[in-house]
């Protein structure tokens, strides 16, 4: 009897593990891991102690129920979606049994030796499960294949892995049914496809870790392309405006020379004169917005852009207040600040964006964004705004990016929504 309840408590368990690793790789997670685990532990401990009622019925409705629910609270699904996943899953769970039956039945000639025979109880309910995990693990490269940059051959891998897993488990299966065997050989059995078992699962997990790491890898890069391109950016629009100031500085001696050919009457020579420096690009538009030139040239071109989408601004940046914060970091957090702020507001009726800069002591700088939004972005774990965008492995890095510069500067950040206001408030604080 103890022997059968550590046998179902183990199926329970392997069955627990598969139902977590496929609704991982195939759905988005919405809460804490800690919290999804835990209520996984207890569904399955619900699924566990029902199981001792041994009926079908029961049993497979239940399962039904809290896998459903198990979904739901974890993972971002819709509900139509999620029901015919969850059917799916508890098909294949009450289909990889009946599969283990008949694949056992042709080559047992005493198939009841399950229900006496330890080692082949084992043996068998792991074969049940490798099937169920196998056919999960396919499911979910063909729901949700795999990214461009991992090594299919892995994913065959892995697809191939339980398959042979279950030629093995149905090899040492049938040597127990047919062969008289020692008690101790009979348990060593039962712990080779029980360790086969944990292998398979052992290796998935593992790899959906390293595919992590590698997405991961993949999205720092990105974040420090995107920052090194717009830092480049606005280097060359410094450059842009330090031109500008060194032609204002050199007006008086144009002007001198502009008399002069006015005065000899030299028309001509004039004419192509204003017309050289009407072409110099230092003299377009620019304005003095802070004295930072790299912010400054920054605001200057998120203010041409809220100009266009008719968003009022209000910038305050106080005198030296950025000095300490390198021009990679400026960029990195005022540019993605001001871009989500913009993408907020246009959308709304009020459309208004407030930024400020002010000195903290001698040496720290507090930083405020508050814009209009229609309501609250919805928030990951980590206090990181969602992105709305369909592409979402090359979108929603920009506060990311802000996120490693603050850490730079041994800062802390808040992101609040006001629903009062109908405003969103980001608050930094940087310090030397």
């Known amino acids: ?33 800690k919290v999804e685990i835990w209520m996984f532990i ?35 699904c819709k509900k139509l979606i999620g029901i015919i996943q969850v059917a799916f899953l508890t098909v294949v769970m009450g289909g990889t049994e009946i599969l283990a039956s008949v694949l056992l039945s042709p080559i047992s000639h005493d198939f009841g030796a399950y229900k ?25 490269r063909l729901f949700k294949p795999t990214k461009d940059g991992i090594d299919t051959s892995t994913v065959l891998l892995l697809s191939v892995l339980p398959l042979v897993s279950v030629l093995i488990t149905m090899t040492i299966t049938y040597i127990g049914i047919t062969t008289r065997i020692k008690p101790i050989v009979g348990i060593l059995m039962a712990i080779s496809v029980i360790a086969l078992l944990m292998v ?12 992590n790491m590698y997405n991961d890898r993949l999205e720092l890069e990105l974040i420090a392309q995107k920052a090194e391109i717009n830092t480049e950016n606005y280097k060359i629009l410094k450059d842009h405006y330090d031109h500008q100031r060194v032609l204002i500085h050199d007006i008086r001696g144009h002007m001198q020379v502009m008399r002069g050919l006015l005065e000899s009457k030299n028309y001509d020579e004039l004419e192509n004169y204003l017309l050289d420096m009407e072409r110099d690009p230092a003299l377009q538009k620019i304005a003095r ?16 852009i809220c100009k266009s989408l008719g968003i009022d601004v209000d910038f305050d940046i106080r005198q030296h207040s950025v ?23 246009k959308n709304t009726s009020e459309k208004y964006i407030k930024l ?67 405003r969103f408030h980001s608050v930094i604080h940087l310090t030397q």
């Open 1 to 33: 009897m103890m022997w059968t309840l550590i046998c179902y408590a183990f199926v329970l368990t392997s069955e627990g593990i598969t139902a977590w690793s496929y609704f991982e790789q195939v759905f988005e997670r919405k809460g804490s891991r």
């Open 116 to 140: 006496y025979d330890l080692s082949v109880m084992i043996s068998f309910a792991v074969l049940g499960r490798l099937l169920y995990f196998s056919i999960m693990q396919i499911s979910a």
């Open 42 to 76: 207890l569904g399955y401990s619900l699924l566990f102690a029902l199981s001792q009622f041994k009926n079908v019925l029961i049993n497979t409705v239940a399962f039904l129920f809290v896998n459903l629910i198990l979904l739901f609270s974890n993972f971002a």
């Open 356 to 422: 400020s800069a002010t000195q903290q002591g001698e040496t720290g700088v507090l930083i405020t964004v508050i814009n209009s939004c229609n309501s609250a972005p919805d928030m990951d774990d980590d206090g990181n705004i969602k992105t709305k965008k369909e592409d979402k492995e090359h979108h929603g890095v920009g506060l990311k990016s802000v996120k490693q510069a603050v850490q730079r500067y041994h800062g802390v950040s808040r992101m609040y929504y006001s629903n009062e206001e109908n």
């Open 200 to 211: 398979n699962i052992l290796v998935t997990v593992v790899y959906n870790h390293i595919q």
């Open 323 to 345: 000095d300490f914060i390198s021009a990679h970091d400026i960029t990195a957090i005022f540019d993605n600040l001001l871009t989500n702020a913009e993408e907020a507001a």
């Open 289 to 304: 917005l802070c004295d930072n030139t790299v912010l400054n040239v920054i605001l200057i071109h998120h203010a041409s």
